[in-house]
């Protein structure tokens, strides 16, 4: 009776994968480069939420969303001697309360540029889906090294994504 259950909790999440692949696959999930282009060229809008690591700093510049995807903007300032080579970022949503819920999110646009050179600031753009976030939860962004053990967490708290600057025919408007 356990194992059915089990088996039939692990089929439910394999169809919920199915369908989010078919929505990655689908035209209407196409991420705008111009808008990409749009969010890097902004202005750092947040200047609190950001963390050094091992002479690394990781700051989130601006957050954009338009009906189907949010932008971040991250700066990522090199103050070592050594280049960093970005591996791998990952995004997850964490709702606090009576149980803890997660949810992790693949970035469907991640910015060419993979390594930051020593002494060197890069503006990095990464899309993901857009999300409803609740007023108890938490938003991490994890950055990996590849060839190192460097790795980083920023964490954004839900009143900085309810604050996210919003796309409407490609002009960017204030909340």
Same mark, same amino acid.
């Given at each position: 009776?356990?194992?059915?259950? !089990?088996?039939?909790?692990?089929?439910? #999440?394999?169809?919920?994968?199915?369908?989010?692949?078919?929505?990655?696959?689908?035209?209407?999930?196409?991420?705008?480069?111009?808008?990409?282009? &749009?969010?890097? &060229?902004? %202005?750092?809008?947040?200047?609190?939420?950001? $963390?050094? !690591? *091992?002479? $690394?700093?990781?700051?989130?510049? *601006?957050?954009?969303?338009?009906?189907? /995807?949010?932008?971040?903007? /991250?700066?990522?300032?090199?103050?070592?001697?050594? *280049?960093?080579?970005?591996?791998?970022?990952?995004?997850?949503?964490?709702?606090?309360? *009576?149980?803890?819920?997660?949810? %992790?999110?693949?970035?469907?646009?991640?910015?060419?540029?993979?390594?930051?050179? &020593? #002494?060197? $600031?890069?503006?990095?753009?990464?899309? $993901?889906?857009?999300?409803?976030?609740?007023?108890?939860?938490?938003?991490?962004?994890?950055?990996?090294?590849?060839?190192?053990?460097? !790795? %980083?967490?920023?964490?954004?708290?839900?009143? %900085?994504?309810?604050?996210?600057?919003?796309?409407?025919?490609?002009?960017?408007?204030?909340?």
């Amino acid at each position: 009776m356990i194992l059915e259950r !089990k088996i039939l909790r692990m089929v439910r #999440h394999l169809q919920g994968e199915l369908k989010w692949l078919i929505h990655l696959v689908s035209t209407d999930s196409l991420v705008s480069p111009k808008r990409v282009a &749009a969010v890097k &060229a902004l %202005a750092p809008h947040f200047k609190t939420y950001g $963390i050094i !690591k *091992n002479s $690394i700093a990781f700051l989130l510049g *601006n957050m954009v969303s338009d009906d189907k /995807f949010m932008y971040l903007q /991250f700066q990522v300032i090199n103050k070592s001697h050594l *280049n960093y080579l970005l591996d791998y970022v990952s995004f997850e949503y964490k709702k606090h309360g *009576n149980k803890d819920v997660s949810k %992790a999110f693949e970035p469907l646009y991640t910015p060419s540029t993979r390594e930051v050179s &020593a #002494h060197k $600031i890069e503006t990095l753009v990464y899309v $993901i889906p857009l999300f409803a976030s609740g007023s108890d939860g938490q938003f991490t962004v994890i950055f990996r090294e590849s060839l190192g053990n460097r !790795k %980083a967490q920023l964490h954004i708290p839900t009143r %900085a994504i309810k604050s996210t600057l919003v796309f409407s025919h490609d002009i960017i408007l204030s909340p």
